[in-house]
């Protein structure tokens, strides 16, 4: 038999199969599954590469001193994430990162987004690679490598697409866990290789390389120490032909590991974290743990409504019954949380093919779940980005009841699998397009139940930087109303009062926030701040004493937050002369030789005072602490024209438009340096180059007008 359409050569019908199969044959091949998921990880974040930057990006990946230059690699070691908190997080790598971004991309942060995206699709393959070998050792039969690869492939793809990762992936602060996740994955790996190798030399170097990639995990984020319990919780019970003796062997390096982790934590200064709620009782806690369970469980099967911030408690729950109404939806998730618990279990339980990948898929997800579900301390009690790694556990755990179903079923279960990969990348290509501007973010997190306390103050922000201050106002008022002690909304508030002329009303709020700051600081950060505008009504108010004495009792509090320092030398500065100033910018640079602001301050300090060889090496210690910054360039160039060294000036201002060549202002001084060399040939050009970029920043205001 055979089928022909007008045109066509003749097709046996028979041989239809055998070409499908044969078309179908090259989704067989690893580079076109490497190529699917990372075209399709690209694709589906592709809304977030236009976004701005958004929450902690301000200070991560905007402001943070540690990652404006690669001198500053190793000294990100000896400090937590954040540094003027009390948050624990240790995450050097990811501040290494961010160096890396900041030396290709500025504060462009495309580039910064592009980076996120790809760390998620590298990822993404990774996991097909690990999951592949993986499942080889979980199955009871000896099985060929064709048939465990395409449920890897599958869990991978699902894995990749799931929008409940959008805030690891689109907030470019969330980077850590799929920086941990590409190490740990990699390093395992490597591990596997290694025992596959033959030639000890080369066992050796790769099971070195697999350890450097799991402290590089372990420095990414802290959950890489749930990666390294899934590993050796599969190692030791579940991976074949290890002796006694070298499952000894191997948990011994392991705890090695784990213990030159620990001692890197010992490099930064001790703090205490704050803690959500320390005097929940254990049965709150328990039952906490159930709706946490019933939110991921929801999520992952029904990702809607996603957004920062996420809880599953409120304090005003049980006030009346309008209330209890009103959040009744976080108690049904205790019992869908019991679902899923028993879900596990009986999967667990239910003997076949699928049972070990069913156990081990289980394993995995309740390892990186129990850290976070609330039966330890924790800063929230629910968040998206904490199922990156718990939910690869619960796609196995799936993948393990589909192998136990009946093999007619099969094709029915990819079909499945293929639908639901297209409707979780367009639910994630949503979720990305959330991520473009800070309102839109806060908009989308509002209207999507998100509506907390940081969430309502970042807005309330938005309004204050438009100067539209008097809706400013009605956002942190309404703050304040549900949580009176937010030391930040009564500063921002009291910002905005000042804004609008209430000085009396804005330093009464300042003076209140200043009080409290010290007993605040443990649970918020940047308590500081009000102590700042305080100082600064006093000295518009003729007090000067009285604001340098807020800023010395400042200081005293927060003696490595440069923006107090930074206030409190100008003022003594203005007031007293810049060797007054100098003592406590010197004292600070030397403290923190790595802040390009006060390097750049005390080389200030240096020229003025007429000091210019201590001027300059301040400058130019400071222009090596930034890669992109130009001010000390631009005054090494002018306190060597005062000294008429032109070719010193000559050569610093060049640096300085290699840095920008963008920006009209360099050329202009860089014409003065030429003109004084007498090159005005040079200098006209420079001139006709600056007018040439500032034509060209002008013109699209001109169209736009």
């Not at 604001?547 to 440069?562: C, F, G, N, Q, S």
Request: some cysteine.
């Amino acid at each position: 038999m055979s089928a022909q359409l007008d045109g066509e050569k003749p097709v046996d019908v028979a041989e239809k199969p055998d070409l499908v199969r044969r078309r179908l044959a090259y989704l067989e091949a690893d580079w076109v599954r490497v190529a699917i998921l990372g075209l399709i990880a690209v694709l589906v974040h592709l809304p977030a590469l236009s976004g701005q930057m958004i929450w902690d990006d301000d200070y991560l990946a905007a402001a943070n001193p540690f990652i404006k230059s690669p001198l500053l690699i190793l000294e990100a070691f000896r400090h937590h994430l954040f540094l003027d908190s009390f948050s624990a997080h240790y995450r050097p790598v990811q501040n290494i990162s961010f160096m890396f971004d900041y030396a290709f991309w500025s504060d462009n942060p495309y580039g910064f987004h592009l980076t996120n995206i790809l760390l998620h699709a590298a990822s993404g393959v990774l996991l097909y690679f690990l999951l592949r070998r993986i499942l080889r050792s979980l199955l009871p039969e000896k099985t060929t490598e064709p048939s465990t690869s395409p449920v890897a492939f599958l869990v991978a793809l699902l894995w990749t697409v799931h929008p409940v990762h959008s805030a690891a992936v689109d907030y470019i602060s969330g980077r850590a866990d799929s920086l941990a996740f590409l190490f740990a994955a990699g390093g395992w790996l490597l591990f596997l290789r290694a025992r596959e190798v033959q030639s000890p030399r080369s066992r050796v170097l790769l099971y070195l390389a697999a350890a450097g990639l799991g402290l590089l995990a372990l420095c990414s984020r802290e959950t890489a120490g749930i990666w390294l319990l899934i590993f050796v919780l599969h190692t030791l019970f579940f991976a074949a032909g290890w002796s006694r003796r070298g499952k000894t062997a191997f948990f011994l390096a392991t705890v090695a590991l784990f213990l030159v982790y620990a001692g890197l934590r010992q490099l930064p200064d001790d703090r205490f974290a704050p803690t959500a709620e320390p005097g929940w009782s254990a049965p709150v806690r328990t039952a906490l743990a159930f709706r946490a369970l019933g939110d991921y469980g929801r999520l992952m099967v029904f990702p809607v409504k996603l957004h920062m911030e996420r809880t599953v408690t409120n304090p005003d729950n049980y006030k009346s019954y309008t209330t209890w109404q009103e959040s009744v939806g976080s108690e049904y998730l205790s019992i869908l949380g019991l679902g899923v618990a028993a879900l596990l279990f009986w999967g667990c339980r239910w003997r076949g093919r699928g049972r070990q990948i069913r156990v081990f898929g289980a394993c995995w997800f309740f390892l990186g779940f129990l850290p976070v579900s609330n039966l330890f301390k924790l800063n929230a009690t629910v968040a998206e980005h904490w199922l990156y790694l718990p939910s690869v556990g619960l796609l196995l755990f799936l993948a393990g009841i589909a192998l136990d179903l009946p093999v007619r079923l099969r094709p029915a279960l990819a079909t499945a699998a293929g639908m639901a990969a297209i409707a979780l990348s367009l639910r994630s290509a949503d979720r990305s397009g959330d991520w473009t501007t800070p309102e839109h973010f806060y908009q989308r997190t509002i209207s999507a139940g998100g509506n907390s306390p940081r969430v309502s103050l970042n807005f309330g922000q938005l309004y204050a930087k438009r100067g539209d201050y008097a809706q400013a106002e009605k956002i942190f008022r309404e703050i304040l109303r549900n949580v009176p002690s937010y030391p930040i909304a009564k500063a921002n508030l009291a910002n905005a009062l000042l804004q609008q002329g209430k000085k009396k009303e804005a330093e009464v709020l300042f003076a209140s926030a200043t009080a409290a700051a010290t007993q605040e600081r443990h649970e918020y950060p940047r308590t500081w701040l009000a102590a700042v505008n305080l100082a600064g009504i006093r000295y518009e108010n003729k007090d000067k004493a009285g604001a340098l004495a807020i800023l010395e009792k400042a200081r005293t509090d927060y003696p490595d937050v440069w923006e107090i320092v930074s206030r409190e030398s100008e003022l003594l500065r203005q007031t007293k002369g810049p060797r007054a100033a100098f003592r406590l910018v010197a004292d600070f640079s030397r403290d923190h030789w790595w802040h390009y602001g006060a390097r750049l301050a005390l080389g200030r300090l240096y020229a003025e005072a007429g000091d210019a060889e201590h001027a300059v090496q301040a400058l130019r210690d400071a222009s090596w602490l930034d890669l992109h910054e130009v001010d000390a360039l631009n005054l090494i160039a002018r306190v060597r024209m005062r000294q008429h060294r032109f070719d010193d000036a000559y050569r610093a201002q060049k640096r300085a438009v290699a840095r920008q060549p963008d920006a009209p202002r360099q050329y202009i001084l860089l014409s003065d340096i030429l003109d004084k060399m007498g090159q005005s040939a040079a200098a006209q050009d420079a001139i006709a180059e600056g007018a040439r970029l500032q034509a060209i920043a002008v013109a699209p205001q001109t169209l736009a007008n």
